[in-house]
């Protein structure tokens, strides 16, 4: 079914310091950045933004200066927003390479303000920005603690930038209308570089898989040419036949915006053992869910549970807790069958840490350069509650009773479990 008119994008008004607004968009790959815009004299800037303490801080490139304060930004930034989907909007969001910019351009819309349009720096060598660019003399600008980037031409070639696709929906995309992929083959079944010349959809009785589209489709071993994840089978010693192609499927985690108080989403979430807890703390919800949450720049892995139809939170930091308004958080999506590569599962701790090159599980986490943090179900006392692991100083911890709680050492390994993540057949984590 074709897409409808597209609409305008929306912005919404944002003071520093308050919670961020309903379905923020993210920056391509990244886990707490997103699209913001400034004005300056009428002169539209482009920057990011992001969650710390559950409320908004940004930056903003302009001439020679980094503008993050009140003051200097002398009032509200906006952030960009999506809600609903392309049958709704009439488009979907995309990150393209700069390079490609004028390729498909009866399909893609630029996403700019006057002559600003953001542009992402990912492959910067101290951590990937967002700046923009100015469209009139191919001039970018980056900022961050206290110091302005510049580049220019060709040096933006391999960054990315963001347009409004029209034409269907995203890779993957979960709504009524977009073809699905069928589900996984059994482990049972033999990987495609068998030497049957069969495809493991083939070999396990189904029927033929149909074409989804480009990015659905492709070699095995080749990388999906517009989607970052990457199919990869065993080197194969001879050419692989045209016919013999894999499905491209997730390979990351899907983290969903949504502020505490927010209504319960509609989303399916990762839940603690996949279960309502057997004996959790008293005065607990046995129904633990899987959040991220940021103070100080370091990601806080904590829990929420449905309170009245309503998103309630509870993290802890720094030997406290952290519960009620807690600001914007992030929850974790259990994606369909049909568009991850990947299972869940809850690990033993002496398990999920085992450093073999060959290991199948590996722990879901959230790191920059403050902190790596991983999600575990923890016993206290015999009591099971879900909080934050960090497996490389074997601790775990959580929030009740007003304090952060916390094993350390044997006493984490014995009482964690910790939720890792296992590639399928044929696919793997870059």
Request: charged share 25%.
């Amino acid at each position: 079914m074709p897409n409808p008119p597209p609409k305008e994008d929306t912005w919404a008004f944002q003071k520093i310091g308050t919670a961020f607004p309903p379905n923020p968009v993210k920056v391509m790959g990244e886990q707490n950045m997103y699209v913001a815009l400034w004005y300056k004299h009428g002169r539209p800037i482009h920057g990011r933004s992001w969650n710390n303490g559950g409320v908004v801080e940004c930056s903003f490139p302009y001439k020679k200066a980094e503008l993050r304060t009140p003051q200097q930004l002398e009032g509200n930034i906006q952030v960009l927003q999506y809600m609903g989907d392309h049958n709704s909007q009439g488009f979907w969001y995309e990150w393209i390479k700069y390079k490609d910019r004028l390729e498909k351009t009866d399909d893609r819309q630029f996403l700019k303000c006057g002559d600003s349009f953001p542009i992402y720096w990912k492959d910067r060598e101290e951590g990937s920005l967002l700046g923009y660019v100015d469209n009139r003399t191919e001039i970018a600008l980056f900022s961050c603690n206290g110091t302005v980037y510049e580049r220019k031409g060709p040096e933006l070639n391999d960054m990315y930038i963001i347009v409004r696709n029209i034409k269907g929906g995203p890779p993957f995309c979960e709504c009524d209308h977009c073809p699905k992929a069928p589900p996984p083959p059994p482990e049972s079944v033999p990987g495609s570089d068998s030497g049957t010349g069969e495809t493991p959809e083939s070999s396990s009785g189904a029927p033929p898989v149909q074409p989804l589209g480009p990015c659905r489709r492709h070699p095995i071993g080749h990388p999906c040419p517009v989607h970052p994840c990457k199919i990869c089978s065993t080197r194969l010693s001879r050419p692989l036949p045209p016919s013999q192609v894999e499905i491209c499927r997730v390979m990351i985690d899907e983290w969903m915006d949504i502020r505490a108080g927010d209504p319960w989403p509609t989303r399916k979430l990762v839940k603690a053992l996949d279960k309502t807890l057997d004996n959790t703390i008293p005065g607990e919800n046995p129904d633990q869910y899987v959040a991220l949450w940021y103070q100080a720049g370091e990601p806080v892995m904590g829990r929420v549970w449905n309170e009245g139809g309503k998103v309630a939170a509870n993290f802890c930091w720094n030997k406290n807790e952290y519960k009620g308004n807690v600001g914007s958080i992030q929850l974790l999506v259990h994606l369909s069958e049909f568009a991850r590569g990947f299972d869940y599962s809850w690990i033993p701790f002496k398990q999920a840490v085992s450093f073999d090159k060959d290991r199948e599980w590996i722990p879901v986490h959230v790191n920059n350069d403050k902190g790596d943090i991983s999600s575990g179900v923890i016993t206290f006392d015999g009591k099971q509650i879900l909080g934050k692991v960090d497996v490389k100083n074997e601790r775990s911890s959580a929030g009740f009773g007003g304090k952060e709680n916390m094993l350390v050492g044997p006493a984490c390994a014995e009482n964690t479990v910790v939720l890792c993540r296992k590639a399928r057949r044929g696919y793997k984590f870059d």
